[in-house]
C-alpha cells in the first residue's frame, strides 16, 4: 500500500485591525467603571470589554484591576470566559459585523474552552441511505452524543488546554421488528489544544492528540484502531478552515481486524466551515490521495435556528466509505434531517 502525506496550502493575508495601545485601555476602563458606578452594566461591561482586547499590551497593574473588574462577569449572554479567552473569541468574531454570525461563532468556538460539549451533539429520526446493504434496512435512525473535560490548562505557559473527550456515534434500525441497534462506534480520546493569539494571524489553534476508535462488535464484525492526529485551524475573512492529519497505530497481525482500513480512510481529512447569521454550514472532504486506487468520502451539514428554543435544526448528507467502522470499507450514500443541541 503507497503511503500518502498531506500537504495543505493557504493564502496568508493580514488583517487590517491592530490591538490598540494602553492608553486606549486605561480610558476604557476608566470609563467602564464610571458607567458601572451608576449601575449602567451593559454600558460597562462594553468599556471592560474594550479594555480586555488591549491588556496584553498594558500594565501588570491594568491587567489585575480588570481581571478584578469582571470576575463574575460575561462577555456574552450565554458563556462565561476568562479575559484571555474572550480576547482569543473576539479575534474570531471580529470578522462580523451581523450580531447573531458573531453569537453563532461565538458558540462554535465555546467547545475550545473546556465547555461540555465536544463535537456536534445531534439526532436524525430519519436517515435514508440509497445504498443497499444486506444487513439492513435503508431508513434508519442515527445520533451522536459528544462531551468533553478539560483536566490542565497552561501547563508549559502556552494557554495550551489538555482534556480528555468521548464521542459516542448509534445508527438505529427503528423500522425492523424489535427495532435493533445495528452498530454504535466508540471514539475516546485525549487531546492538547493551543491557541494561536495573534490578531493579525489567519492561523488560530493547534491541536494534538490521540483517538481510539471501536464498535464494541465481536468476531468478524469487530472493528477498532488507534490513531495520533495533528490538527490546524485556520480562519480566512468568513471561512474556517481545519486540516487534519493521522497516523495509524501499528496492531499485531493476529488482532488486527480492519488491517487495510487506511486504504478506505486515508491520512487525514479537511473541513470548512461557514457561519451566517445563526446558519453553521459545515463540509468534510476525505480522500486516500492513492492514484491507483482513489477513493475518498464527504460530508455536508446544515445547522439552522428553531425559533429561539436554544435547539437547531440539523441535515446531513453523506456519501463514501467509512461512515461507519463496520462500513469502513463500503459506500454509503446517505441523507437524514433532525434536531442539533450543540453544533
Request: a negative charge; zero cysteines; glycine letters at 6%.
Amino acid at each position: 500500500m503507497k503511503t500518502s502525506f498531506f500537504t495543505f496550502f493557504f493564502i496568508i493575508v493580514v488583517f487590517s485591525a491592530a490591538f490598540g495601545n494602553e492608553t486606549t485601555a486605561e480610558d476604557a476602563y476608566e470609563l467602564a467603571e464610571k458607567y458601572e458606578e451608576e449601575n449602567k452594566t451593559e454600558e460597562a461591561l462594553f468599556w471592560y470589554k474594550q479594555a480586555a482586547q488591549d491588556f496584553k499590551d498594558s500594565s501588570d497593574d491594568l491587567r489585575l484591576k480588570l481581571e478584578e473588574s469582571l470576575i463574575g462577569k460575561s462577555y456574552y449572554d450565554d458563556e462565561e470566559f476568562t479575559i484571555e479567552e474572550a480576547d482569543y473569541i473576539e479575534s474570531f468574531t471580529s470578522e462580523y459585523e451581523n450580531n447573531e454570525t458573531k453569537d453563532t461563532v461565538t458558540q462554535m468556538m465555546g467547545s475550545l474552552f473546556g465547555i461540555t460539549t465536544y463535537e456536534s451533539n445531534y439526532v436524525l429520526p430519519i436517515t435514508h441511505d440509497f445504498k443497499s446493504h444486506k444487513d439492513r434496512k435503508h431508513t434508519e435512525t442515527v445520533f451522536q452524543i459528544s462531551l468533553k473535560k478539560d483536566l490542565l490548562k497552561n501547563f508549559f505557559n502556552f494557554d495550551e488546554a489538555f482534556g480528555v473527550a468521548y464521542t459516542q456515534r448509534s445508527w438505529w434500525q427503528i423500522i425492523q421488528e424489535s427495532a435493533p441497534f445495528r452498530e454504535t462506534n466508540y471514539r475516546p480520546e485525549v487531546y492538547m489544544i493551543m491557541p494561536h493569539i495573534d490578531k493579525n494571524s489567519i492561523l488560530k489553534a493547534y491541536k494534538f492528540g490521540f483517538l481510539h476508535e471501536s464498535n464494541g462488535q465481536g468476531d468478524e464484525r469487530s472493528r477498532s484502531w488507534n490513531r495520533l492526529y495533528f490538527d490546524l485551524f485556520f480562519q480566512y475573512k468568513g471561512f474556517f478552515v481545519n486540516p487534519r492529519v493521522w497516523y495509524r497505530l501499528k496492531e499485531h497481525a493476529q488482532t488486527d481486524d480492519n488491517r487495510d482500513i487506511v486504504k478506505y480512510m486515508g491520512y487525514g481529512d479537511l473541513t470548512f466551515m461557514y457561519p451566517y447569521k445563526e446558519h453553521l454550514f459545515r463540509l468534510m472532504i476525505r480522500n486516500n490521495l492513492d492514484f491507483d486506487y482513489n477513493i475518498g468520502a464527504v460530508q455536508f451539514d446544515w445547522t439552522f435556528p428553531l425559533a429561539k428554543s436554544g435547539v437547531f435544526g440539523y441535515v446531513q448528507y453523506f456519501d463514501g466509505y467509512g461512515e461507519s467502522l463496520a462500513d469502513y470499507n463500503k459506500w454509503t450514500r446517505r441523507i437524514g434531517i433532525g434536531l442539533a443541541i450543540s453544533r
